[in-house]
């Protein structure tokens, strides 16, 4: 696992996420699968994160533990001053929906919801969240407001969850193989709406992962 | 039951003694609800069966007020058989009759409260399992388990909601007693299969749904 296109820790700012230690072991039987074993990591404010890795190298585990969607086995994470390791189910639902905003591989839309409406499911539960419409325009889909994801290309399918990951203005935005689906230009085209939105929403910082 | 109408002639036997066989001519018929007898003078009774003056038994119409009375004084009757009371055995036969219907009552009620269980439950697993991505991805999002149970148990109790009255038409229609008795059956089976989708629910696997596509 190795970490790229981070800036240079400044010791005197506190890290957005700090992971000291960090392990997961899966269970498939007799055997113990080792995901992660004793990761260190600070992500800080502004960072656009990329981990590189080959493919079941954990990297999607160690998203889903700073996302709180997965707990660890061992060692802890901190979010700012709160420790994650120590919340139960209900803490993280509240944690992924006040601070994260997450992107997927499969992007995850719910089919029978229009673009719009898809992206107002996280914005009414959010608590201070844009308009639907001003998070699908940031990612360049005004025009697909009424568009069933069915109708949308794979490309327009993932603006459509990074509006709806942005909408919230998260404090973190964590995106899974975000490109994993997608053609090359298009996956281009959804990185640099990625990284647009990372400088101009204040993101404190984004993590995405991609098979190497 | 023997075909016979007034006029024609019989041929009675009676079981008792060195059993002789006697025609009788039949004077009139009568329809019974229970019970098969047959009505003779008891002068004829008595000549026929060579008794004399005997009553093997009499019906009699009681004022109730006098009835312990009667009672004690048939007690004391030398040659009484037994007697019997017609309000007696009227309650006798209601309650027979009440309890083997509440037992069938309850039984059918207990299969349809099953049947009800089984499919109202059959129905929210399918909704869970076509859904189970898409309530996993709303969890991810920040949806808590209740949201989430809400919505998809909302969605059941709704469609029970139009169900039921739907359900109240339709049995009524097929049986106007006993099939209301489903329909209430319905009530506590809908809570019961929603509880054991709750189960469900609380038990979505976050990650392997976000690892998979349908």
């Keep these: 696992m190795s970490l790229g296109d981070g800036l240079p820790a400044a010791t005197a700012v506190q890290p957005v996420f700090r992971a000291t230690g960090l392990s997961k072991t899966y269970r498939l039987g007799e055997v113990a699968v080792h995901a992660l074993r004793g990761v260190d990591l600070d992500l800080y404010r502004g960072e656009f994160v990329v981990i590189l890795g080959p493919s079941g190298s954990g990297k999607s585990t160690l998203l889903n533990i700073l996302g709180g969607l997965d707990v660890s086995s061992a060692g802890t994470v901190r979010f700012l001053d709160h420790d994650l390791t120590r919340d139960d189910d209900r803490e993280l639902t509240r944690f992924r929906r006040e601070h994260v905003g997450f992107v997927f591989q499969f992007y995850n839309l719910i089919p029978s919801l229009t673009a719009r409406e898809n ?51 998260p404090d ?23 990284e647009q939105a990372n400088r101009e929403l204040g993101t404190r910082c984004s993590a995405l992962n991609r098979a190497m | 039951m023997l075909g016979v109408k007034p006029g024609d002639v019989i041929t009675a036997e009676i079981l008792e003694g060195v059993r002789p066989t006697q025609p009788l001519i039949v ?64 309650a006798s036969f209601t309650s027979t009759l009440g309890e083997s219907l509440g037992i069938v009552t309850t039984i059918l009620v207990t299969l349809a409260c099953l049947i009800a269980i089984a499919l109202i439950y059959d129905v929210g697993r399918i909704a869970l399992s076509e859904r189970a991505r898409e309530l996993a991805s709303l969890r991810v999002l920040g949806f808590t388990k209740g949201e989430i149970a809400t919505m998809l148990l909302g969605e059941q109790a709704l469609l029970t909601t139009v169900a039921l009255p739907l359900g109240f038409g339709l049995g009524y229609l097929a049986s106007a007693l006993i099939t209301q008795a489903y329909q209430w059956g319905a009530l506590p089976a809908a809570v019961v299969s929603g509880l054991a989708i709750l189960r469900r629910l609380n038990q979505l696997d976050l990650i392997a749904v976000l690892k998979t596509r349908d």
């Design chain 1, 172 to 194: 973190v935005l964590l995106c899974d193989e975000p490109t994993g689906a997608l053609d090359f230009e298009t996956g281009v085209v959804v990185l640099e709406v990625l």
């Design chain 1, 119 to 169: 992206v107002a499911l996280v914005t009414d539960i959010a608590e201070r969240p844009m308009r639907p419409e001003e998070a699908l325009g940031l990612v360049g889909l005004s025009d697909r407001l009424d568009r069933f994801p069915a109708q949308l290309s794979g490309g327009e399918q993932q603006r459509v969850a990074i509006a709806r990951a942005i909408a919230k203005r």
């Design chain 2, 27 to 90: 004077t009139a018929t009568v329809d019974e609800l229970i019970g098969l007898s047959a009505y003779m003078d008891l002068r004829a009774v008595n000549r026929l069966l060579r008794e004399g003056g005997t009553l093997s038994g009499a019906f009699l119409s009681v004022d109730p007020v006098q009835a312990r009375e009667l009672y004690e004084a048939l007690k004391r009757i030398p040659v009484g058989a037994g007697i019997g009371s017609r309000d007696a055995a009227w």
